[in-house]
Structures are given as C-alpha cells and as structure tokens.
T-cell receptor, first 113, second 113 residues
Framework: DQQVKQNSPSLSVQEGRISILNCDYT??????FLWYKKYPAEGPTFLIS?????DKNEDGRFTVFLNKSAKHLSLHIVPSQPGDSAVYFC????????????FGQGTRLTINP | SQTIHQWPATLVQPVGSPLSLECTVE??????LYWYRQAAGRGLQLLFY??????ISSEVPQNLSASRPQDRQFILSSKKLLLSDSGFYLC????????????FGPGTRLTVT
C-alpha cells in the first residue's frame, strides 16, 4: 500500500525553464508535506515543506503547491539550473505517527543545457 | 549547528558476516533518530526509529536490528548478512517536538557478496 506516489520516474527540462514535479497521496490524515533533493551516493537534503493549512509555500526558486481536495502536491523550480539535476522525493507525515515520514519513490530530474 | 555523521562510507561484506553501522549527531539533544535503506532504483524505506535512549521501533521485520546506547548515537546491526541486505543505508535525525523535518547523513553503501 503505497501512500505517497510519484508517478513520473524521470523528467527532463531545458535549463531556464520551469520544472514541475508531482506527488499524490492517499492518506487523508497526512497534514505536513516535504520535498527532498538527493544526489547520487549522498543523503537527501531537505528543500521545502508545507503544512496542510496552506496551499502554497515559496522559498527562492522553489515553490510547493498543495491541493488537499485532490490529495496532490507539486514542486515548481523556476528557473531550472543544471545543479538542480537530482532525484527528488516527496514525503508526508501526520498527527498519527508524527515521528515518521512516508516517502514517494522519487523522480529523477535532468536539466539540459 | 547540527551535524550528522555516518561510517563507514562504503562496505563490502560476504554473506553470513556481521554488520555494524554507526551514526552520531552533534549539536542537538534528545533527537529522534532513524535508519532508512534505499535499494537500487527504489525509494526510501524506513527500517527503525528511536525517540530516546534504548527506545527502538521496528518498521520492517528482517535480520537487522538497531540500538541507541547514547542520546546521539544510533547503531544498525546484523548477525548474518543476506544478499538482499545490499543497499544504501541512511541515518537521519529530527528535533523532538512538532517539527517534521528530518535531516540525513551522508549514507553508507553496503554491498553483500
């Protein structure tokens, strides 16, 4: 039972354009969502998060949108840069099991020059 | 600032041999600690988490075990490794309290031969 899904295993975007990474979840008890970035052979790095009381959170080039009715969140990166090439994981947590994060399978983003 | 260390960085072990991976966190007290595994091409699987010294919760039944002998030390062990134990092992910490963000160490690449 995969509670957090990233249906696109890979995404290719031209440098300077917008990258949009998507994530869907099934558990309505989730109330906090996070995005992580991971380079090969390194640990994931926390990027940005959003609480369910908001529908948008912005930090520099990164914006996360949350659509609770659709149980969908997305990460927008604009403009995309070559250093953004990495695997991106979305994660979710909630009041139940607040200590744990449930991760999606990841999307490999490649930024082409 | 907080720092998380993992060692070794890489490890090649024969089937049936024991395993000990260590994780330590600096700059924080009473963190929640986590062990994850990322198999090749897969997402992050939570193996164990700990909310305090001697308190271990297991997520996946397997031949691995975890211990927390000190507040900021988390150890992953096995008495006899299996081929299926190969993967990238990640330790993470989270500040106790309401925050959901987890911060990851650099990881250990384990190859069981």
């Amino acid at each position: 039972d995969q509670q957090v899904k990233q249906n696109s295993p890979s995404l290719s975007v031209q440098e300077g354009r917008i990258s949009i990474l998507n994530c869907d979840y099934t558990n309505s008890m989730f109330d906090y969502f996070l995005w992580y970035k991971k380079y090969p052979a390194e640990g994931p790095t926390f990027l940005i998060s959003i609480s369910s009381i908001k529908d948008k959170n912005e930090d520099g080039r990164f914006t996360v949108f949350l659509n609770k009715s659709a149980k969908h969140l997305s990460l927008h990166i604009v403009p995309s840069q070559p250093g953004d090439s990495a695997v991106y994981f979305c994660a979710a947590s909630g009041i139940q099991g607040a200590q744990k994060l449930v991760f999606g399978q990841g999307t490999r983003l490649t930024i082409n020059p | 600032s907080q720092t998380i260390h993992q060692w070794p960085a890489t490890l090649v072990q024969p089937v049936g041999s024991p395993l000990s991976l260590e994780c330590t966190v600096e700059g924080t007290s009473n963190p929640n600690l986590y062990w994850y595994r990322q198999a090749a091409g897969r997402g992050l699987q939570l193996l164990f988490y700990s909310v305090g010294i001697g308190q271990i919760s297991s997520e996946v039944p397997q031949n691995l075990s975890a211990s927390r002998p000190q507040d900021r030390q988390f150890i992953l062990s096995s008495k006899k490794l299996l081929l299926s134990d190969s993967g990238f092992y990640l330790c993470a910490w989270r500040a106790s309290g309401r925050n959901y963000e987890q911060y990851f160490g650099p990881g250990t690449r384990l190859t069981v031969t």
